[in-house]
């Protein structure tokens, strides 16, 4: 059993900067890729952000250049730093988790951010 636990989401002005973290937890082998999600109301969930088991990031093309993901094995933990945050960034973000071996991914319960003056 794998547990996800996130934190770091807020209300947070146009321009402004948040860290989301992700702490993964339990029986828990290999970690393999670690993702980004974000669910804004109306809309479906979209990919924000990946890295793979070897360090290697992604990102979609609205948040490249604002957004850096990263990832610390010896803690299981996946971050997400956000800066020059924008309106449309407004969602709940959610941490996917890959395990090696593990047939199947695990989810966070998400944190909700928020952007507005």
């Known amino acids: 059993q794998v547990q996800l636990v996130e934190s770091g989401g807020g209300l947070v002005q146009p321009g402004g900067s948040l860290r989301l973290s992700c702490a993964a937890s339990?029986?828990?082998?290999?970690?393999?890729?670690m993702l980004w999600y974000r669910e804004a109301p109306g809309k479906q969930r979209e990919l924000v952000a990946a890295i793979s088991s070897d360090g290697v990031p992604s990102y979609r093309d609205s948040v490249k250049g604002r957004f850096t993901i990263s990832r610390d094995n010896a803690k299981s933990t996946v971050y997400l730093q956000m800066n020059s945050l924008l309106p449309e960034d407004t969602a709940v973000y959610y941490c996917n988790v890959h395990i090696v071996g593990h047939p199947l991914d695990y989810w966070g319960q998400g944190t909700q951010v928020t952007v507005s003056s």
């Open positions: 339990g029986s828990i082998p290999s970690l393999g890729a």
